[in-house]
């Protein structure tokens, strides 16, 4: 017996026992009292009663609306005369009803499905519903499909195809089935879901009710899919890793933590896809890649989620120059893909401001010094660290109390983001980093900025948005023991940011890794640019929200 016929006793969901031990009554939902709710319950058990299973397990749809709107475009059909008689095209899809209006003898609707939407048919004379016997009931066909059918029922159809009067492509339905009657109504059609908050929350009444959000989703997949295509293309091959992790590095960020009960270990949600993946560089994989979730338990805004998607590749015998080509031509050939050009059109910047982008190879390359002299017109070589210090204090909004504590590196480190990244609109890859800023990339080649602790990272800006951070990889295992045990020292002072001290890697890099190139992309960021929205919410299908206050 379905469910929502059970008498109330013998449903713990409506009366559940107090005496069972540790039970709770369960709350009511709301909805349960809406009208509209008790209205398609009561159709519920009206179908039921005629016979008709609302919720069969099969149909099998050959065409799609979006297909058969593109293959008859342009292509005669015939009328609803001849889509009557059958002498047209015999489709068969399945989607959701999102219009419905009576007329006369027939009744017009849309159907819904993952591609589009196509204008349906129903008739008096002509159209049947599956499970439905006229002879045993005093309901006809098309008063079943007017009075028992609600907008967002999932429908399968079959029929003929025809043109209106007016040209629009038709399917004449000889039988309709319910695939699945609906106890809630969609969001209004004209409004909408006007509440982005709602729209975050119940995304999926979002995605039937916008085809630009959906469309969106679409995009991001579609990025994925040529990613992975033009890696392999590189020679790039994709591995898994551990999202659970015994210590956790990579990036300077605050982990999550969980434990594993089975061994009574603490344990961390990984933080970047980093150490992982040199370890398998250094098991002898030449070019590796892994796109993952990563978690940072960090503050939320309009580009940050705590919860994130990230690819990492490394390339043994690449360099940052190498990486910087890399990634200059996948940007480039995504712009392409979606848009046929490199140029993707107007973006708004990190202000508010709109540019017209253009992902065009090369891109400009400059150092972090050089654009602080460039864009903030301060020459860092030219000041001591009391002067570099006494500028942030005096003139930019950078926090007082870790100004005051900074080395050299990270007061220009924090220059550069105060006075240079909201200037980078058009692609820039800033190159040459203080050390004190990653403690896993190569000094530069360079003797003098060797000399002077400069590192060979680049971060990709665009918008004044960092895209990416790349390194030529540290592979000397002294110099690494000796940042890390540096990590771990500002870790053991209070920084929760620092690393921990990983001895299993130090022991791996002992074992030799080549010299490589290593990039990281936060994808969510990426889609954001390709489709430009302007939040991360709305390229990820949940993204993290506060617990909904139920009453």
């Known amino acids: ?178 695939l699945c009657k609906t106890l809630l109504p969609l969001p209004d059609k004209h409004s909408g879901l006007a509440d982005k908050e709602l729209r975050y929350r119940k995304r999926w009444l979002d995605l039937i009710s916008s085809k630009e959000v959906f469309d969106t989703f679409k995009t991001r997949s579609e990025i994925l899919k040529f990613l992975r295509a033009f890696l392999d293309q590189q020679g790039f091959m994709e591995v898994e890793t551990p999202i659970l992790q015994n210590i956790y590095g990579g990036a300077e960020a605050r982990p999550f933590t969980t434990k594993i009960n089975a061994l009574n270990q603490e344990m961390f949600l990984r933080i970047s896809l980093e150490i992982s993946l040199k370890k398998l560089l250094i098991g002898g994989y030449n070019k590796i890649f892994e796109i993952g979730k990563v978690f940072r338990n960090e503050g939320l805004d309009k580009t940050h989620n705590p919860e994130f998607t990230m690819i990492e590749l490394y390339a043994a015998y690449f360099d940052y120059n190498d990486i910087m080509t890399l990634l200059e031509n996948l940007f480039a050939g995504i712009a392409k893909k979606l848009f046929g050009t490199t140029a993707i059109g107007k973006r708004l910047d990190k202000r508010g401001n ?61 220059l550069f983001e105060e006075l240079v990244e909201h200037h980078l609109i058009q692609p820039h890859h800033v190159i040459d980093h203080p050390i004190e800023t990653t403690p896993l990339c190569k000094l530069h080649r360079n003797p003098k900025e060797r000399s002077e602790g400069i590192v060979e990272r680049f971060e990709t800006f665009i918008l004044g948005y960092e895209f990416s951070n790349a390194y030529t990889e540290l592979n000397d ?66 993204p993290i929200m506060r617990p909904e206050q139920l009453s």
């Not at 709710?37 to 065409?63: M, V």
């Not at 190879?361 to 001591?384: F, N």
């Not at 570099?388 to 990270?410: C, F, I, M, Q, W």
């Not at 990590?487 to 010299?515: R, S, T, V, W, Y």
């Open 1 to 178: 017996m379905p469910h929502h016929l059970l008498d109330k006793k013998e449903c713990s969901s409506y009366n559940p026992s107090p005496n069972q031990k540790g039970s709770a009554p369960m709350q009511e939902p709301v909805y349960h009292k809406y009208e509209e709710f008790q209205n398609r319950l009561s159709k519920l058990k009206d179908i039921e009663a005629l016979g008709i299973c609302p919720y069969p397990h099969k149909f099998s749809p050959q065409n799609s609306a979006q297909a058969l709107q593109e293959k008859y475009a342009e292509e005669a059909v015939g009328d609803s005369d001849a889509g009557e008689k059958g002498l047209t095209p015999e489709v068969s899809l399945a989607g959701r009803l999102v219009l419905f209006r009576t007329m006369g003898k027939n009744i017009f609707a849309q159907l819904q499905d993952a591609s589009g939407r196509l204008q349906l048919m129903f008739n008096r004379e002509t159209t049947h519903v599956a499970g439905l016997n006229p002879e045993a009931s005093d309901i006809t066909a098309l008063k079943f499909i007017e009075k028992k059918i609600d907008l967002g029922d999932i429908l399968g159809v079959k029929g003929h195809l025809f043109k209106t009067h007016k040209g629009e492509l038709t399917l004449f339905v000889k039988e309709i089935t319910l």
């Open 477 to 542: 295992p002294i110099l690494q023991r000796k940042l890390l045990e540096d990590q771990a020292l500002k870790k053991n002072q209070g920084n929760e940011e620092a690393h921990p001290m990983d001895e299993e890697f130090i022991e791996a890099i002992c074992q030799g890794m080549p010299p490589t190139g290593g990039l990281g992309i936060g994808i969510d960021r990426m889609v954001m640019l390709f489709t430009g929205e302007p939040s991360i919410r709305d390229v990820l299908f949940f």
């Open 354 to 414: 709109l540019h017209d982008i253009d992902l065009k190879t090369p891109w400009k390359r400059i150092s972090m010094k050089d654009s602080i002299h460039e864009y903030g017109k301060v020459d860092v070589d030219a000041l001591s660290d009391e002067e570099l210090r006494s500028y942030l204090l005096n003139n930019t909004e950078a926090d007082p109390k870790k100004v005051k504590e900074a080395t050299r590196g990270l007061l220009i480190a924090c």
